[in-house]
Every structure is written in structure tokens, then in C-alpha cells.
């Protein structure tokens, strides 16, 4: 089976690709970048439509990131994250290929452009799998991490912060790791290889007919604090240490509803009260109350994958931080 990947030579697609072929099919890659199969972008309807094509299935990674970074420039993640998840979805219609749409697990509270857009593109995911019998599945990764995600400025290239490599590269540069809000969000961290694991089942058990109403979460059994996260890297770089600082534009603060316990019993108390609803579905309207980034792992068992068997959050600090040292002068450099 030959598996199409948009954004394949990402930091998630790249696994993705080896999971395809760990999985004994065959990954087929359209990026931006030079070294996939197909050189283009998802805005181009025409190699869109060519790379639908070549391949039996799709998994659409490709996209535009950023929380406050695409505040203030909200039109490249708009066209990028909206037209061109449009010229996907309407390329897999018309081969009726099986679908993965890769969305965002903060999307319920993130303000920036790129939420907005991942939450729009849920919203196609639902038109086309209702209105146009489409078999697509949107997957939310929350914080993936792990081996080969670029360093943020002034270490790297990437423009965007994110978690791990922002706490990672400061630790192992004697810096302070900047915690925003004290580091008390729940933020949950899962290792790129699971997240990779998901997609490619996903995509496997669409073109077997299986489209589960809902989106797949993933992410760890345990929710996570990102304080959490520093002190595991503190484990593996001695010295390290932390400061609290601001939060960042287009991210809540928290409050009342801001750790899971929370959530969790306002969702007993509706279905004590409508015990006939769907559990799953009142877990995802609840959690739009709350300021938690965190997986309804329960949602992975209708692809067949069990959220105890992800890697530990020690063991997936541990290889992450032994690869940034590893590369330390390849990919960033100490800042």
C-alpha cells in the first residue's frame, strides 16, 4: 500500500514515513522542501490533485504552526491550514482515497491562527465525512517531542517555541528554562513515535472502512504540567534550572476549570443526569470549558491502540535530550 504523506519531511512526517515502512508499506511525500517524492504545496490545487494520483491513502500533515507567532500573521497559516487542507480533501473525494487530517489538541482554547484554522479544518472533516461519504479521520497529537524537532531562535532555525526543544536547548545551554504562567498549565507531552504510530493506524484502518465519528486524541494516560517536563529534563542535565516568566500572547492563563479532575466531574454530572449520551462526545464539549491540553486516550481503542503501551515520559525525555546533545552544533547551537 502506498501511503501519501503532505508535509512528509516535517519533524512528525519523517517518522510517519519510517512507521509506514516499519508497517511494510510504502511512503509517498509531498513537501515544500526538497527530498520527498513530489515538490509542490498543498495551495496548488493542480499537484495536489497529482499527488492524490500516485498513492492509495493520505495522511495530510502539512501545514503552517504558531500560537502568538501567528497572531500578528495570521494569512500564512490561513491559506496554507484552510485552502490548502480544501485542495486535500477535495483531491482524496474525487480518487476516494481514505484520509487522515492531522489536527491540534489545543484546539478548543488556543487563540492564534493556527488553532483557529486546525478547528476549521475538524469542521471540513466532518462535511466531507457526512455530506460527501469521504472515509476521513482527524487525529490530535498533543505536544509531540522528540528526535529531530528543530530548535526554536536563537539555537535554531524554527521560528516557532515549543516546549521540549525550548526547555531542552536552554538546559543544556546553562540557561534558565523559561517557564511561561510558572510551568502550571496541563500541557501533555506524547513521543513522536507513538504520535506516528496513530497516524499510520488511523490511515490503515480507514482504507479497511473503519471511520470513527469523533477524533482520535494522543497523548499520555497521566496528563502533564510543562513544570512537569522541565523536571524531567533537569533529571537528565545537571544544573539545569527554571524561571517563570509571562504568558504568552494568545494563550490562557488558566483558572478554575484548568486540570483535567475538574472537567472530569462536570462530565459525570451530565451523564448522571443523561446517562444516554455518548461519553466521548461529552468529554469533548466539556473540555472547551476548561484550559487543559490533555488526551481523551478512550478515543484511541476505536483505531485499536492502547495509550499504556506509548513510551514513558522518562525514557522519551531521556532519548530526546541525549539526541539534542548529540547534534548540539549540527541543528542549533548554544545560546
Known amino acids: 500500500m502506498k501511503i501519501g504523506i503532505t508535509g512528509g519531511n516535517g519533524f512528525i512526517g ?11 508499506h510504502t511512503p ?6 526538497t527530498g520527498g517524492d513530489l515538490l509542490g504545496d498543498v495551495r496548488d490545487r493542480t499537484i495536489v490533485s497529482e499527488f492524490a494520483a500516485h498513492v492509495d491513502a493520505i495522511i495530510h500533515l502539512a501545514a503552517v504552526l504558531g ?6 500573521q495570521p494569512w500564512p497559516s490561513a491559506e496554507t491550514n484552510i485552502l490548502g487542507t ?16 492531522a489536527a491540534v489538541g489545543n484546539s478548543a482554547i488556543g487563540r492564534g491562527t493556527y488553532c483557529i484554522t486546525k478547528t476549521t479544518g475538524e469542521e471540513f472533516v466532518k462535511m ?10 482527524a487525529v490530535r497529537p498533543m505536544n509531540a517531542y522528540g528526535p529531530g524537532q ?16 525550548t526547555l531542552t536547548c536552554n538546559a543544556l545551554s546553562g540557561n534558565p528554562m523559561p517557564l511561561y504562567g510558572g510551568g502550571r498549565q496541563i500541557s501533555d507531552a506524547v513521543y513522536v513515535e507513538d504520535v506516528a504510530h496513530v497516524f499510520v493506524e488511523a490511515a490503515l484502518m480507514a482504507h479497511d472502512g473503519i471511520i470513527p465519528e469523533h477524533p482520535i486524541d494522543v497523548g499520555g494516560l497521566q496528563p502533564l504540567t510543562v513544570k512537569q517536563i522541565a523536571e524531567e529534563i533537569i533529571v537528565n542535565v545537571p544544573g539545569a ?3 517563570d516568566i509571562p504568558m504568552r500572547k494568545g494563550e490562557p492563563e488558566g483558572g478554575p476549570l484548568a486540570h483535567p479532575d475538574a472537567l472530569d466531574r462536570i462530565v459525570r454530572a451530565i451523564l448522571n443526569t443523561e446517562p444516554a449520551l455518548n461519553p466521548i462526545h461529552v468529554r469533548r464539549t466539556v473540555k472547551q470549558l476548561g484550559t487543559a491540553v490533555y488526551a481523551d486516550t478512550e478515543t484511541l481503542h476505536a483505531i485499536g491502540v492502547d495509550a ?9 525525555i531521556r532519548q530526546t535530550v541525549d539526541w539534542f546533545r548529540q547534534v548540539e552544533g549540527k541543528t542549533w547551537a548554544k545560546a
Do not use: C
Open 14 to 24: 519523517t517518522h510517519v514515513q519510517n512507521e509506514i515502512r516499519r508497517q511494510g
Open 28 to 33: 509517498f511525500v509531498l513537501d515544500h522542501k
Open 67 to 72: 500560537t502568538s507567532e501567528t497572531i500578528d
Open 86 to 101: 480544501l485542495n486535500v480533501f477535495d483531491a482524496a473525494s474525487a480518487y476516494n482515497l481514505p484520509t487522515v487530517f
Open 128 to 137: 466531507y465525512r457526512e455530506d460527501r461519504g469521504l472515509p476521513i479521520i
Open 150 to 165: 528543530s530548535a526554536p531562535s536563537p539555537f535554531g532555525a524554527s521560528k516557532v517555541r515549543k516546549i521540549v526543544p
Open 241 to 243: 534550572h527554571v524561571s
Open 308 to 316: 499504556a503501551t506509548f513510551t514513558p515520559i522518562d525514557k522519551g
